[in-house]
């Protein structure tokens, strides 16, 4: 039906347009994570909304970001939990339920493990600055 030139030139034409660069997505990706990191931390619907697989887009942060989607996702929490303990006088417990976590506990170990301290000893130390 359609000579072969004419065939490859459509498929070359839809490829092209397609085609998204990697800044533009992680571009896209981070604007998702601002907008939903307190209430969705499931790497899986951040590849949904933007129309990737998983592993395709965490294979792309590692190599622009050095880091998951998860790992971008658990960062951008981690940063307004630091935020939120240098800026206000919230107890633990409301920065934990603020930032999306069901049980204070969980953000606490959360808090921990990425900091290597406590929220209250990380907001101690930084008072001292």
Known sequence: MFSKPLYD???EA???QAYISPQVVLQRLEALIE???KDRKDPLFYSDALGYGLRSLNDLCRLHEGTT???LVQARIL???KRLAVSTAMPVKLIAYE???NNPIYFCRF???ETGVTLGGWRK???KI
Do not use: P, W
């Open 9 to 11: 030139e459509n498929i």
């Open 111 to 113: 808090f921990k493990k």
């Open 99 to 101: 930032l999306g976590f």
């Open 79 to 81: 940063l307004e939990a």
């Open 14 to 16: 839809t490829l092209r």
């Open 125 to 127: 130390d930084y008072s």
């Open 35 to 37: 907008e939903h990191y």
């Open 69 to 71: 989607v998860f790992g």
